[in-house]
């Protein structure tokens, strides 16, 4: 039966672009896997245990991730880092309209990065549990890592839903959140590539703490990604305000967390350890000089981005002047 005159042939581009869960799930593995690399690299050897049994192995055995007590951070930035690398991928992907990336293609991402995550974290857990003696303080201290695990798998699928999220607010949020959680793994990744010889200086005259990331890195990427938004909605404004906070207690909490777990001679007396915790916080959180260094270098480099994405505009029709985000999303409320 021929078709009607005058009816248009169905629809089928955007079905044809669309990326597909399937493509979507092997992004997220590739991209979980690629956060493992400076980890895989250094050898992937278990970090010493608290609890294992006497004679301890030398060398440790093979671990997928960094899990102990001592390396908090540590496992949060490898399991935060893939999720935000398939975030950022995904974004990119949607923003050259070249192919259509919605829900499902992000929930396809998010399972492949889970995926990988369940294998490295159970393969981690049961590697620490061969070594643990068998009494009721090591079922608490694998439990313990178990939450740890847990916590950083929630954080990055967090963090993968703010980066894809159509508003630009809580992609403010979510790249501030890896910048702090990140860790040592920009330092990973830039050594073998000989960038830390000409970065490292720079972070340690910014900086306090030696730490590349705290002093450098963070405060560039938060200011960068708030001049790549802009001010111009309400939305946008409270994430900026909102980033730049954490920009001032995130690198406190975690301080103050790792050094009170690292604390072993309070583990048996709760109250000391938290005690110990609320002092590292507020002696950290009292150090105002690294604080201001790294926000008035995030405010800079905010100014300059969003001085040049304006100049890039200028010209060019404005597609958010009625407080509409890029994708069409209202954004003049908090998002």
Not at 74 to 82: Q, S
Not at 131 to 143: C, F, I, K, M, Q
Not at 173 to 192: E, H, I, Q, S
């Amino acid at each position: 039966m021929s078709a009607a005159v005058g009816s248009s042939p169905p629809d089928v581009t955007a079905a044809a672009r669309r990326l597909s869960p399937v493509a979507g799930a092997a992004l997220g593995v590739s991209c979980a896997v690629l956060a493992l690399v400076p980890w895989l690299a250094g050898g992937a050897r278990l970090p010493q245990q608290v609890l294992w049994a006497e004679p301890v192995p030398s060398p440790l055995p093979v671990a997928l991730l960094p899990l102990s007590p001592f390396s908090l951070i540590d496992v949060l930035a490898v399991l935060v880092v893939g999720p935000a690398l398939a975030g950022a991928a995904l974004r990119l992907v949607r923003r050259s309209r070249r192919m259509t990336v919605d829900r499902r293609s992000v929930l396809g991402a998010g399972a492949g990065v889970l995926g990988v995550q369940a294998v490295t974290g159970v393969q981690a857990l049961t590697t620490v549990a061969s070594g643990l003696p068998e009494r009721t303080a090591s079922d608490v201290y694998l439990a313990a890592l178990a939450l740890l695990v847990a916590t950083g798998v929630g954080t990055g699928l967090v963090l993968l839903a703010l980066l894809t999220a159509e508003p630009k607010a809580p992609v403010v949020l979510g790249v501030t959140l890896t910048a702090l959680l990140a860790g040592g793994w920009p330092t990973a990744v830039l050594a073998p590539l000989g960038l830390l010889g000409v970065l490292g200086p720079v972070g340690g005259r910014l900086g306090t703490n030696g730490s590349l990331e705290a002093a450098w890195l963070a405060p560039v990427a938060v200011g960068a990604v708030i001049g790549w938004a802009g001010l111009r909605t309400r939305g946008r404004a409270l994430a900026a305000a909102a980033a730049l906070l954490l920009l001032w207690a995130g690198p406190a909490v975690i301080t103050a967390v790792t050094m009170a777990v690292g604390y072993r001679v309070a583990w048996h007396y709760p109250g000391e350890l938290v005690g110990y915790g609320a002092q590292v916080l507020l002696a950290s959180l009292s150090s105002t000089g690294s604080t201001v260094r790294a926000i008035a270098l995030a405010a800079a480099v905010a100014v300059v981005v969003g001085g040049a994405i304006a100049v890039a505009r200028r010209g060019t029709p404005r597609r958010d002047d009625a407080g509409v985000d890029d994708a069409g999303v209202d954004d003049s409320g908090p998002a």
